[in-house]
């Protein structure tokens, strides 16, 4: 196809997909930074701030979901060069999320302890008042990190990936110096921990929300109290955003249900995953910063009819995916043995660790790429219900249900964690490469 006539041109695929990568390296190495700090507290603050994030996590995931609903339906408005209902879509999502978070933030401080009773049993006392207390703070949050989140995605649907870059710099910023000094200096504990991530919080919302005021923005929402609910536009949004939300919230269940199995195959088997999870995702965070850019770029594709060029940009975008993680998996898996030894971790576990990664490193690059990205291109057309069924079912039969199998009865041990999520990566490569090249997604639609 002739580049001159495209929709993005190399130069503007260059300024929408650095700055996503750089967000996302910059919020993995950040949330390291933070449990590493936090983990200078103590064993109950550290097992407090590790529980209470495994259920902060599926409610900011939900949202981020939500959020990519927004930017999908903004951009396939921006492709018609509809900007007034660009706009009006942007106003409304913010509201969605609003309310939303709102109600959860609510419910999560009204019935704090039940719910981590619920999901944590019995604990010791120590963990569990600290997890009270942190989990009480966060939750403050959660309608901040919430229209943090769709106000990025109204600047990633106008191919503005550099702002909520600049801002998510600056909150990082302000967290890690705030952990500092309220765990270091004030010896405030989880509450400061707390209050720090809620600190940064406040402050990337404001400052999106009063950046998406400005004129010079293709989509400038201004006079946020004047908004009132458009039932067809939340409804366009929820469309996309309630089964990418399941999905994601389905991949959180399953992590928790491994976790729960790797926690009976002994110390030296938990550190040598919990080493092995962090370097994994390391390896990946620029591709799904990829994979976050290419749902802006199909979408504008499908929004303007040009859906021989949707098609030609998730090849194009799982190509550079693709080399990413190449270049990805070799530095990581030359930094482990530095890594493991620089952390302190025991021979033993480090040799574990070292194992699984060589396998990591080898069947990644050959799976990984088909596996995730063009799913983001699917959702971006509209076709959200299919990516959330296959990603259920293979999350479950794969990642959960054969890591069990292989862990109880064979005593694979942390190994059997991988085997299953090669087993998923493998599978969803091949069901969302039969549903690319049906092209069946290129029929769906998102706004009307």
């Not at 196809?1 to 950040?30: C, D, G, R, W, Y």
């Amino acid at each position: 196809m002739n580049e001159k006539n495209h929709l993005f041109s190399n130069h503007a695929l260059k300024m929408l997909l650095i700055p996503l990568v750089a967000e996302q390296f910059l919020t993995s190495l950040m949330g390291t930074a933070d449990s590493m700090m936090v983990s200078n507290v103590g064993s109950a603050a550290i097992s407090a701030v590790s529980l209470v994030d495994s259920i902060n996590v599926l409610v900011i995931q939900a949202f981020a979901a939500l959020s990519a609903g927004g930017t999908i339906v903004c951009s396939q408005y921006i492709g018609q060069k509809n900007l007034k209902k660009a706009t009006e879509s942007a106003r409304q999502l913010l509201l969605a999320v609003a309310s939303i978070s709102v109600l959860v933030m609510a419910v999560c401080l009204a019935f704090r302890t039940p719910l981590l009773r619920l999901v944590f049993g019995k604990v010791d006392a120590e963990v569990m008042d600290a997890s009270k207390i942190y989990f009480l703070i966060t939750s403050l949050s959660f309608p901040f990190i919430a229209l943090y989140d769709a106000g990025a995605s109204v600047y990633r649907a106008q191919g503005d990936s550099a702002t909520p870059l600049r801002i998510s710099v600056v909150a990082n910023c302000l967290n890690i110096t705030g952990n500092a000094v309220l765990i270091w200096v004030f010896h405030m504990g989880v509450a400061g921990a707390a209050l720090a991530t809620l600190g940064s919080r406040v402050f990337s919302a404001i400052v999106v929300l009063w950046l998406l005021r400005s004129p010079k923005n293709e989509i400038a929402v201004k006079d946020y109290l004047t908004i009132r609910p458009d039932g067809t536009q939340i409804g366009m949004i929820l469309k996309i955003g309630i089964p990418s939300g399941v999905e994601n919230s389905m991949f959180q269940f399953g992590k928790l249900a491994i976790q729960s199995t790797v926690s009976t195959m002994g110390t030296v088997a938990i550190a040598a995953q919990a080493m092995t999870n962090i370097l994994e995702n390391l390896n990946g965070v620029a591709a799904i910063g990829i994979g976050i850019g290419l749902m802006t770029v199909v979408g504008e594709c499908m929004g303007a009819g040009r859906k021989d060029e949707a098609v030609y940009y998730v090849k194009k975008l799982s190509g550079i995916a693709e080399v990413i993680i190449i270049i990805c998996c070799g530095a990581i898996f030359l930094l482990t043995k530095p890594i493991t030894t620089l952390g302190g971790m025991e021979p033993e576990s480090a040799s574990l660790c070292f194992h699984m990664i060589t396998w990591i490193t080898v069947v990644k690059p050959i799976v990984w790429t088909a596996a995730f990205i063009p799913a983001y291109g699917l959702r971006a057309a509209g076709d959200v219900k299919f990516s959330m069924i296959i990603s259920c079912l293979t999350m479950w039969l794969c990642r959960v249900s054969l890591c069990i199998f292989l862990s109880r009865h064979f005593g694979m041990g942390p190994m059997a964690v991988w085997i299953g999520m090669f087993s998923d990566w493998t599978l969803r490569g091949i069901f969302f490469g039969i549903r690319f090249h049906s092209r069946k997604w290129l029929e769906k639609q998102v706004i009307q």
